[in-house]
């Protein structure tokens, strides 16, 4: 049998908080018990808010917190080209349009539509499918923009994307947490549509979440996606370009968020429950785990 191969994948665009901690450690501990591999990775491809003062602090948050961790770290401002031939082979199977509207446009969309009494519809995460060019510019705007250097986004034709696979998309879900871990998979039923056409890159970025991370869990040969809550249902989109691009299938375990004591969910902005802000004011490790519910 083939080991299990689990990582970690922050985005060093601000200090590792509580949420990290948590999801370092069950991964960290998952492959311990499965006797696999834990690697880490860099996820910074928005290169102006990851910066390297940011990823040399959160490595040391990581030692910190005693993880095992396993080499190569993969860090994706090393990887364009990876993405960028991904993201051509979708382009090949016309799946992919450039979309020019801007976030203040497609706000003054949705607000006009919205006074009409009804509601545009909503991703998972709570923001507003693309409504298409069409719907706010003219046939003469989008050629216009489309023959200057006006910013664009490259998205996926989710209609002709589903169209492509054909039939019912899952993923495989298991337990996160203690016994759990151990527990036989479930089938989840992916719904990528609830996302819409989603951004897979842009005019100065090769590539977007989405798709970096479907990629590298390929080539990192991940068996097993181990993260928050949060990203539950961007598994769906996960599944579907795996498909598209005919990537291996991992098994996904999602586990709790840590809330603030405000009941909201951490956020990096947060400095209060940095990883690092705690360390200076004292926290054992004992007591970091204590607070984490591990
Ligand atoms: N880079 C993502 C984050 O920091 C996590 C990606 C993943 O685990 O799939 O939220």
Redesign the pocket.
Known sequence: MTKPVF?????PNGHLHLG?AL?ALLNARAAVALSGRFLV?V?DIDQTRCTPELEQEMFEDLAWLGLPLDEPVLRQSESFPRYRDALERLQDMGLVYPAYLTRAEIKAFVAAFETGGKAWPRDPDGAPLYPGDAAVLSAQEITARSGSDAPFALRLDMVKALERIGGPLCWQEAGAEGEALFAPPVAVVADPAAWGDVVLARKDTPTS?HLS?VVD?ARQNITD?L??R??YH?TGV?RLLQELLGLPEPVYRHHRLILGEDGRKLSKSNRDTSIRALRAAGMSHAELRKRIGL
């Open positions: 990582r970690f994948a922050p985005s990290h999801s990775r996820e979440y991370v869990d996606v993260r928050g949060d990203l961007a996960h």
